[in-house]
């Protein structure tokens, strides 16, 4: 057994917050820990000591971005999913007044609109002005499980209302997995609303939660789905169930074990994206791990050419290296070979397109050289939840990621999650 750190976690019982040592038993990574009320726990943290080694913060490094803060506006939902991290269905919507006296006291930050089922709120629309009437309110997304937007009027009133992100929950292409998961077949539902978000224009990210032993074989049809088709999919979200709120009968996927499902769903291997990691240029945690990817796409094919772990400040050194390493590895290569293979018409009309997708969308000119009819890019996610009993309370301050509860307080998300009985 050897020491990796020490630490402090939440005692599994009573969430107080404890001294806790990680160690590493083999392969693999576990955590140990003593509360004074409910005594000694161990519990597993990363099956893979080396990710785990290549991923662990040897100094905290934050997150540099500006914060997304979690707004849950209804407890209710029109579905009973198994792996909620929000048991509470009972607790009364917050007003427009009480959501005002939290949000207008928040520094200038992202807003993700969620419940429950925040589209089940009759006055979102307002919620949504509201957000918007801040002076220092960067975006607002919604994280939805899509059933509403099925209608294509509501889906460009979101649009118009300024929603610039949704978060769409979809887990894979088998209605075997929505009646295991969400206990109703969905799947129907689900391509007809992501049409409407693809035909109206709102940048999508899809989340897809996995359950191991029944659908992680879906994130190669989920990442040929996104990668296949054009804006908006701009996202992918790959979390694993977790042992918190309705859901804690279940062994969890590690982030490396999601990683790599993830990388064989693209053909490459977990061991080439740590070989490249560069740990001390971006924020990382064993429960996260956050990449970028550029792929050629040439004769029905793509090719995935250059990758980055995202999270760069944009005054930093590092941030501007990469956007010069971006240039030149996708941008210019892009280029070359849509002249080359398709011939100046081609590389006239794809400038065109390029002018009119920055226009329309309101890019910036790096976004939308994305939309190069050659090149796709698309952000990846990967999130190992930690519960109570394996969460590092010094590697959650990193994200720049919380949750508003019940009660207005302002939590990292992980710890809110966890605390699932205050939301």
Known sequence: MKLLKDTKSFCPVCHDVIPARIYQRDDSVWMLKECEKHGESESLLERDVNFYNKTMNPRLVINKIDPTIM????????????????????????SIAQLKNVIFGLPPCQFGITGGEPTLREDLFEIIALLKSRSNTISIGLITNGIKLVDKEYVKKLR????????FSFNGFDDGVYEEINNKKLLKIKLKALNNLKSVGIPTQVSSTLIRGLNEKDIKKIMDYVLQE??????????????????????PLCTSELLD??????GFSKESFLKDFKPDRCYHSPYQFTMKLFFLLKNGKRKLVHWNSGYYCKRDFFYMFEMGRIFFRVFIRGFLELLRDLGPSALKKSLRSYREARIRHGMSRRDSLLSLPNIRSINVSLWGWPDASNVDLNDIQGPAVYHMTHDGRILPFYEAAIRSEDL
Do not use: Q, W
């Not at 407890?75 to 009364?92: A, G, I, T």
């Not at 118009?160 to 978060?167: F, H, M």
């Not at 499902?261 to 693209?266: D, E, G, L, Q, R």
């Open 230 to 251: 054009p804006h908006p999919f701009i996202a992918v979200r790959i979390r694993g169930a977790a042992r918190v709120g309705s859901y804690d009968l279940i062994d």
């Open 261 to 266: 499902i993830m990388a064989k769903a693209i």
């Open 71 to 94: 707004v849950p506006v209804t407890h209710r939902c029109n579905l009973k999913c198994k792996f909620c991290y929000v048991p509470n269905r009972e607790r009364e919507d917050l």
């Open 160 to 167: 118009d209302a300024g929603v610039n992100l949704v978060t």
